[in-house]
């Protein structure tokens, strides 16, 4: 039989996103209204209505393409972040972004290092350019940075750094990641996924993007999907000086962020309640579902991020035995076996009634 394509590309293990509402009502014969999706680390509130509005408007120019060089998000996101704009690179969600740097930074035959139980997107942008992937072991789920920065061998080009991490939710301060940044050799590109960063309490909030001035090397990357409550639309975007950035925009694709996507990431950014609302009610639902799992004696790790990573039992089939309990009773979370993870559910923390149904499926489930 004819094999197509490189057999690095024949290799990769699709990934697997959360299950969408409609797919879970059709095969469990349940009622859409009554489901909750805990799975995807969305923003509970959904589209905050400033994007609406300023995506109404937009939608009057849809029959052209839209900006390719996002003159208007990048202006913003200059003046939020103190950079010029022509060290901002645009991306259809960060995926993209970390897709772009793979493709900008590695080729075949080369190496990328990350940590184990990091952003499966790691993986697949590393396999995607045929690259060698070095997986570094995670201590206490996180990141090991001194064992990531002594992997770095003479064939690597790219390190993927998580923070906080998905789906662990740990978090490393800023002297930590400094002290890497300045062990990791200067041809090495560093790639700071910060897709929860707005949701850090302001005693862990650094400013990162400053640091690009001082690390030529260091790709910063946000997202809107998560805290500005727009992952439908697809916008990410990068931070680093304009060498890189360079670079990074020769392989983008010219029109990866749609009008309406550029016009409602403007308006999310400057919508400082809606950051606080969601900020408030994840701080709140965090402690709600700590507080079950304390109850429940389930062991979770301490989560920086939008989500808990629970352990559900202690044997391998835990993980989907619990995660389809859950489904027949119209609750979605993520089971995280593809990550190494089998005894483990990835929950995103939602509304107080959602996290409340939730608790009480799985209390169900448990007893
Ligand atoms: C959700 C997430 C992203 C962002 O995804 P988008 O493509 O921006 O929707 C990036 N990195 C991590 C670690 C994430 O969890």
Redesign the pocket.
Known sequence: MTQFGPEYVRAIAPYQAGKPIAEVAREFGLDEATIVKLAS?ENPFGVPESSKAAMAKAAAELGRYPDANGFELKAALAERYDVPADWITL?N????I?EIAAHAFVQKGEAVVYSQYS?A?YALATQGVGARAIVVPAVKYGHDLDAMAAAIDADTRLVFV?NP??PTGTFIGAQEIEAFLNKVPSNVIVVL?E??NEYLAPEYQFESASWVRKYPNLVV?R????AYGL?GL???FAIAQPAVTDLMNRIRQPFNVNSLAQAAAIAALNDKEFLAKGAENNAAGYKQLTAAFDELGLEYVPSFGNFVLVRVGDDDGAGARVNLALLKQGVIVRPVGAYGLPQWLRISIGLPQENAAFIDALKKTLA
């Open positions: 680390n991306g969600g960060s995926n993209d970390l952003f997107v998580a991490n998905n996924d897709a929860y990357s997202t809107f999907s998560k992952a697809r916008v990410g």
